[in-house]
T-cell receptor, first 113, second 114 residues
Framework: QQQVKQSPQSLIVQKGGISIINCAYE??????FPWYQQFPGKGPALLIA?????SEKKEGRFTISFNKSAKQFSLHIMDSQPGDSATYFCAASMMASGSRLTFGEGTQLTVNP | ETGVTQTPRHLVMGMTNKKSLKCEQH?????MYWYKQSAKKPLELMFVYNFKEQTENNSVPSRFSPECPNSSHLFLHLHTLQPEDSALYLC?????????????FGQGTRLTVV
C-alpha cells in the first residue's frame, strides 16, 4: 500500500522559476513530514521538515506548505537554480509511536540555465 | 562528507557469490539503518539497529543478513542474491532511534547482481 504519493515524477523548470512538488498521504496519524534532497551519487539529505500544527515553514528558498484537511503537503523552491537539480523525496511518520519514515517515490527536478 | 561512509561504492556479484557491504559512522550516533533504493520506487527500510541491537527487520529475505558489532559499524552480508536485488543500498545513522531526529545517509553501494 502506497501511503505517500508524490507527484510529478519529473519536473523541468527554468532558472529563476518556482518548482513545486506535491505529496498526499493517507494515514491521518502521520505527524512529521520531511523532505529529502538527493544528488546523483549521493545519499539523501534532510532538506526541511514540518509538523501538522503549522501550515507553512520556510527556510531560505525552500518552503513547505501543509494542508491537514486535504492530507497534502508540498515543497516550493523559489528562484530555482541549476544547482537545485536533484531528486526530491517527501516522507511521513508518526513521531509519537516512533514509526519509521514512509517515503514517496521521488521527483527528479531539472533546472535549466 | 556526511560522516557516514559506505564501502564499496560499487559491487557486481554473481548469484552464487557471498559479499558484504560495510557502513561506518563517525557522528557518535546510536542508531543505524539499511535502506534499499530501487529505480522509481520509494526508499525501503530494511533493518534498524539501536545501540547494536536489531529493533526492526522489515520482512527482508534471509539472503540479506545484517550485523552490527558496535554503534559505529554496520554490515550487510549478502548471499545467493537474485537479479531483482540489484539496487542502491543506503546506510543511515541518527542520534535517536527515530530517523526523523536528524538522520545522515551514506553515499550508498550500487549493487548489481548478474
Amino acid at each position: 500500500q502506497q501511503q505517500v504519493k508524490q507527484s510529478p515524477q519529473s519536473l523541468i523548470v527554468q532558472k529563476g522559476g518556482i518548482s513545486i512538488i506535491n505529496c498526499a498521504y493517507e494515514n491521518t496519524a502521520f505527524d512529521y513530514f520531511p523532505w529529502y534532497q538527493q544528488f546523483p551519487g549521493k545519499g539523501p539529505a534532510l532538506l526541511i521538515a514540518i509538523r501538522p500544527d503549522v501550515s507553512e515553514k520556510k527556510e531560505g528558498r525552500f518552503t513547505i506548505s501543509f494542508n491537514k484537511s486535504a492530507k497534502q503537503f508540498s515543497l516550493h523552491i523559489m528562484d530555482s537554480q541549476p544547482g537545485d537539480s536533484a531528486t526530491y523525496f517527501c516522507a511521513a511518520s508518526m513521531m509519537a509511536s516512533g514509526s519509521r519514515l514512509t517515503f514517496g517515490e521521488g521527483t527528479q527536478l531539472t533546472v535549466n540555465p | 562528507e556526511t560522516g557516514v561512509t559506505q564501502t564499496p561504492r560499487h559491487l557486481v556479484m554473481g548469484m552464487t557469490n557471498k559479499k558484504s557491504l560495510k557502513c561506518e559512522q563517525h557522528l557518535g550516533h546510536n542508531a543505524m539503518y539499511w535502506y534499499k533504493q530501487s529505480a522509481k520506487k520509494p526508499l525501503e527500510l530494511m533493518f534498524v539497529y539501536n545501540f547494536k541491537e536489531q529493533t526492526e527487520n522489515n520482512s527482508v529475505p534471509s539472503r540479506f543478513s545484517p550485523e552490527c558489532p558496535n554503534s559505529s559499524h554496520l554490515f550487510l552480508h549478502l548471499h545467493t542474491l537474485q537479479p531483482e536485488d540489484s539496487a542502491l543500498y543506503l546506510c543511515a545513522s541518527s542520534q535517536g532511534e527515530g530517523i526523523e531526529m536528524g538522520a545522515f545517509f551514506g553515499q550508498g553501494t550500487r549493487l548489481t547482481v548478474v
